[in-house]
């Protein structure tokens, strides 16, 4: 793992962008004893508005606490992608949900066309659950964070009786990833 790492996370209200940053965060900070950052940006509707999550790991103590340059941005919908591509580091990582952005924009990195919605829908029956499968492809692609921790950060707070869903949700999207893009079988970064 990198030493320091930038990640943001963005969608609309209702997609639990919010709620993955949280995992992303605890199971670094947590199960991982690193530094963290974790902002959130809503926009001001609750459900249906622009947002993001930012997550900064780090193996030393984070002097600013504001990501500049992502290395990794997630973008669940069509305007998170056109207002957060520009961002990304050079180099980095763009993870998209292809059913809700289909503008790709040419970046200087890599793109993950990763059904994340279709996915929760077919394999999980509940579309509530692509963050969690966003989650799950996020650590097939790169090695900052253990498939372990985030799936025990994942498990410890959510709601009682929804554990069995989350990790099937988890689990489908760390596989579909493996399967489709990982040939060696290994992290990318």
């Not at 991982?32 to 103590?61: F, M, N, T």
């Not at 998170?80 to 289909?102: F, N, Q, T, W």
């Not at 650590?139 to 799936?151: F, G, Q, R």
């Amino acid at each position: 793992m990198s030493d320091y790492l930038e990640l943001r996370l963005s969608g609309s209200g209702g997609q639990g962008m919010m709620l993955a940053g949280t995992f992303l965060a605890e199971a670094a900070g947590i199960y991982e004893d690193k530094h963290i950052v974790l902002c959130k940006s809503y926009g001001p509707e609750a459900r249906g508005g622009a947002c993001r999550s930012e997550v900064i790991i780090s193996s030393e103590p984070i002097v600013y606490p504001e990501v500049q340059e992502p290395d990794l941005v997630l973008a669940m919908t069509q305007e998170a992608c056109d207002k957060y591509y520009e961002d990304l580091k050079s180099g980095g990582i763009m993870i998209i949900d292809p059913e809700h952005v289909r503008d790709i924009p040419d970046i200087n990195g890599k793109v993950y066309e990763i059904p994340l919605t279709q996915i929760a829908r077919d394999t999980v029956g509940n579309e509530i659950t692509a963050n969690v499968v966003a989650l799950g492809a996020l650590t097939a692609i790169v090695d900052w964070i253990s498939p372990e921790a985030l799936k025990s950060a994942i498990l410890d707070r959510t709601p009682k009786g929804t554990e069995e869903l989350n990790e099937k949700a988890f689990n489908y999207g760390y596989n579909y990833t493996m399967e489709k893009y990982m040939q060696s079988n290994s992290p990318v970064v």
